[in-house]
């Protein structure tokens, strides 16, 4: 088992949360994934439907009072060792609805978020960008 | 025909961005990370009022004015280089932002802009800047780059003495 995941790092599975997102970033994370221009897979990177297969967590969204539970269960059961990328202003610091009665506070205080990737939405090259070092990261963990 | 489309396609190459193992194509008109020049700024603090997510602070010290932006919060709607009239703020097409965790507080765009004492009396002012002086007069005289420096009281006083 541990000589094969010296080999995680090189095909991680993505594993995408919509924490109470507009969509924009989840827009720019499907072009990602399935527009040729951009293309993720080339890194070797999948997305995957279920959180027992993630590696890297790509989280969207400001985190609402209504989703953080669920939010928080379904990070929990993602195996370790997991790389969790937050995509757009919206978890790194709230965003727009920042002072908003319905958002919890910034993700990174309930999940120890690794890599941040600003922008309303991040354009998909930043978006590959973060991944790449999220990437990284994971190598140098498993 | 199909030869031809296939001529095509063989020709054009993939369709595919090269980033991140090349350079990737950004749009001149791109908003991106965005540059503050406090050496053009006159601390109207417009862009501080227009911030549509509250990204850009002003603190006011003594000797003059810290200017703070989070890349962080700041959604790239470039309302406050629309709205700059003394171009101190402008985004440039530089979209590289990701960044480590540690580094999340260090995202930021910072510039000091000072006070400098009246040329008369000496008190701690701001003089508006060159490119604002020639937005509004179209040009500049020694007259005006004289009264720049004064305060409001001291530009008042001088100018009702030249006029009597």
């Known amino acids: 088992m541990s000589s094969l995941s010296r080999f995680a790092g090189k095909s991680p599975w993505l594993y995408r949360i919509n924490a109470g997102s507009c969509n924009g970033c989840d827009v720019e994370l499907a072009t990602t994934a399935i527009i040729p221009r951009y293309d993720v897979e080339r890194l070797g990177c999948q997305y995957c439907a279920s959180p027992k297969h993630a590696d890297i967590v790509l989280i969207t969204g400001p985190l609402t009072t209504r989703v953080k539970d669920k939010v928080l269960s379904l990070y929990d059961e993602i195996p370790n060792p997991k790389v969790t990328v937050a995509i757009g202003i919206c978890p790194i610091s709230g965003g727009v609805f920042r002072e908003s009665y319905t958002m919890s506070r910034p993700v990174d205080e309930y999940i120890p978020v690794d890599v941040n990737v600003p922008g309303c939405p991040p354009r998909p090259q930043a978006i590959i960008e973060g991944i790449a070092k999220a990437i990284k990261i994971l190598e140098s963990r498993s | ?164």
């Open chain 2, 1 to 164: 025909m199909w030869q031809l489309v296939l001529l095509k396609n063989l020709l054009k190459g993939p369709a595919t961005e090269a980033f991140p193992f090349g350079e990737a194509t950004t749009p001149a008109a791109y908003r991106g990370r965005v540059a503050f020049d406090p050496s053009a700024c006159t601390a109207c603090r417009t862009c501080q009022y227009v911030c549509a997510a509250g990204a850009i602070h002003f603190e006011e010290r003594p000797d003059g004015l810290r200017f703070t932006l989070w890349h962080n919060s700041c959604v790239f709607c470039g309302m406050c280089q629309h709205y700059c009239v003394a171009k101190a703020i402008h985004l440039t097409t530089d979209w590289h932002l990701s960044h480590e965790q540690a580094r999340k507080y260090e995202m930021v765009e910072e510039g000091w802009v000072p006070f400098r004492p009246c040329l008369q009396c000496g008190e701690l002012m701001l003089p508006a800047t060159p490119p604002l002086m020639r937005l509004a007069y179209r040009g500049d005289s020694k007259e005006i780059e004289a009264l720049r420096h004064l305060c409001p009281k001291c530009r008042q006083t001088r100018a009702a003495g030249r006029n009597s």
